[in-house]
């Protein structure tokens, strides 16, 4: 048997600051659908999310609150981070946070192993610093400000002041990597996607790189320097490595050489740093790069960047409170071209909802197992001869499985779920052409209903399948309805890419009465 490919998904750990938010939650569930999908192949996935609880952010943060950093982050990863994996149904294997052990344990290590090769030297540092992006900021993100910050330097992400900042740190020499990666870039076009995203990284790497300050002297709150206590490792130093020390780093070689590489999942404003910083980092260490680099887009409402400080953000359990966690998984994944900007909308939700999810879907799955129910007893039908509307079906499951799966290994969750939906949109056609309760009606054409009840039947089958890692509550009802637990095996186990494989299910198999997917909302005007 052919070893399983590995795949090693990640989301960014995420600031303990403050509360998730829908732009959080988006990124969550990107990267759940394709660590499900790819689990359901049978590639050996891994995927990791966590929290990032070291930095001047959270220090200033926990003692605006009157408690210790630690104390607060602890009280934010139990009462809002962890539960949001849950409210949203994320699959991860693994979360990792920046003040578990094993993660300072392989900070440590790595910044040693650094500090012996020569790769990191003291010198001193003044620049602008945005506490917010927790970066001495780049040129190109400095700008003046305006209204009440008028006459000071503000970040162009954040629209706050900057810091001005002098201290005696340690730097990495970043400097040094700057061939390396311009011809990582041309060498491994993939390397960093979008298009638009690798674009941007090459034109900032083109203008030359400065070494980077990795340490901070005027506050302790973070991973000491192995070899001066005195300073505390710089934040995204610190935090990036979360994806090594995870998996073993220094601790674990078995597990570190199964996982690495890894593929990121990243918001586009920290691009930068995991594909420039991070894998000149790794270079330096003698590890191997990431497979893969992928900035997805914005969340956008009003046409700005969610921000809770302009009451921007939006909770996840105002969606899921309402439409449930499958709309919001689905929505966000569907409506959104990934890799790109995207607004959301309370309307464009509730009409999705309605005319994709529970019209589309929902509808179908109802219509075909109660007429199964109504016509054969409930069991799946035996088919007779195939004509070319039955043919076609077939065909069609077969080819969206295969180019579902072609989107799913370029990132393209939108196209792969658009994909998918075809096969939606032709079973509601070929019901409303071959109108069975009509064939019912003739006993003379029992054998053609039970054709076109068991083709529209196995086409649930194979929806159920390449929809689960998208929306995985409704179609674990759909599966139990179709008795395919019984006859098949759980949904989880089968595999996805066979999914468009016709006959399947097999003919007899007792069938259950299925619960409304998508219930009707009353939605309040939002």
Same mark, same amino acid.
């Given at each position: ?386 004509? @070319?509307? $039955?043919? !076609?079906? %077939?065909?069609?499951? &077969?080819? +969206?499985?295969?180019? #579902?799966? *072609?989107?799913?290994? =370029? ?28 064939? @019912?009606? $003739?006993? !003379?054409? %029992?054998?053609?209903? &039970?054709? +076109?009840?068991?083709? #529209?039947? *196995?086409?649930?089958? =194979? ?64």
């Amino acid at each position: 048997m052919a070893k399983p490919s590995p795949f090693f998904i990640t989301t960014p750990i995420f600031y303990v600051n403050d509360a998730p938010h829908i732009g959080h939650a988006y990124t969550e569930v990107a990267a759940d659908v394709l660590a499900r999908w790819h689990r359901q192949a049978g590639d050996d996935t891994w995927f990791l999310t966590g929290t990032d609880e070291h930095g001047q952010k959270i220090l200033r943060t926990a003692t605006a609150n009157g408690v210790a950093p630690k104390e607060w982050a602890d009280r934010l990863v139990e009462s809002s981070w962890k539960p949001l994996l849950d409210l949203i149904d994320i699959s991860n294997d693994d979360f990792i946070r920046t003040t578990d052990a094993r993660h300072e344990a392989g900070v440590a290590k790595f910044l040693q192993k650094l500090y012996d090769e020569d790769h990191i030297y003291a010198g001193e540092f003044e620049a602008l610093y945005c506490v917010g992006c927790e970066e001495f900021k780049p040129k190109s993100e400095i700008v003046d400000g305006t209204g009440e910050f008028e006459g000071q330097k503000v970040c162009a992400i954040h629209s706050k002041p900057l810091e001005l900042l002098q201290e005696k740190n340690y730097f990495f020499k970043m400097s040094a990597f700057q061939d390396r990666l311009l011809a990582l870039y041309e060498e491994r076009p993939d390397f960093v996607q979008p298009a638009s995203a690798r674009n941007e990284v090459i034109a900032f790497v083109q203008q030359g790189l400065e070494d980077l300050s990795i340490s901070r002297s005027s506050f302790d709150w973070g991973i000491p320097i192995p070899w001066d206590s005195s300073h505390v490792t710089y934040v995204w130093f610190d935090a990036l490595l979360n994806y090594v020390t995870a998996i073993g780093y220094g601790e674990d070689d078995e597990q570190f050489q199964r996982r690495w590489p890894a593929n990121h999942l990243v918001g586009k404003d920290i691009l930068r740093f995991h594909a420039v910083i991070w894998p000149a980092m790794l270079m330096a260490a003698g590890l191997e790069v990431p497979d893969h680099v992928f900035a997805h887009g914005w969340l956008l409402v009003g046409g700005e960047k969610m921000s809770k400080s302009k009451l921007t953000g939006i909770a996840p359990n105002e969606i899921t409170d309402t439409f449930g966690s499958d709309a919001f998984r689905y929505y966000f994944m569907r409506a959104i071209s990934f890799g790109q900007d995207g607004s959301f909308s309370w309307e464009d939700l509730a009409a999705r909802y309605q005319a994709e999810l529970a019209n589309g879907f929902g509808n179908l799955a109802s219509r075909v197992l109660a007429m199964n129910a109504k016509y054969f007893e409930g069991v799946m039908p035996q088919a007779a001869d195939e004509t @070319a509307a $039955d043919a !076609a079906i %077939r065909e069609l499951a &077969a080819s +969206v499985a295969s180019r #579902a799966d *072609e989107r799913i290994g =370029a990132f393209a969750v939108h196209e792969a779920i658009a994909a998918i939906w075809e096969l939606v949109d032709a079973l509601n056609g070929y019901i409303t052409e071959q109108e069975p309760w009509a064939l @019912a009606k $003739d006993p !003379a054409q %029992r054998d053609r209903l &039970a054709t +076109v009840l068991a083709t #529209a039947t *196995e086409g649930l089958r =194979a929806l159920a399948q390449l929809l689960a890692p998208v929306v995985p509550v409704a179609t674990a009802k759909l599966w139990t309805a179709l008795g395919a637990d019984e006859a098949l095996g759980s949904l989880s186990a089968q595999p996805i890419r066979e999914a468009g494989s016709w006959g399947r299910l097999p003919a007899g198999t007792p069938q259950q009465k299925l619960d409304v997917l998508f219930p009707r909302i009353e939605t309040d005007g939002k």
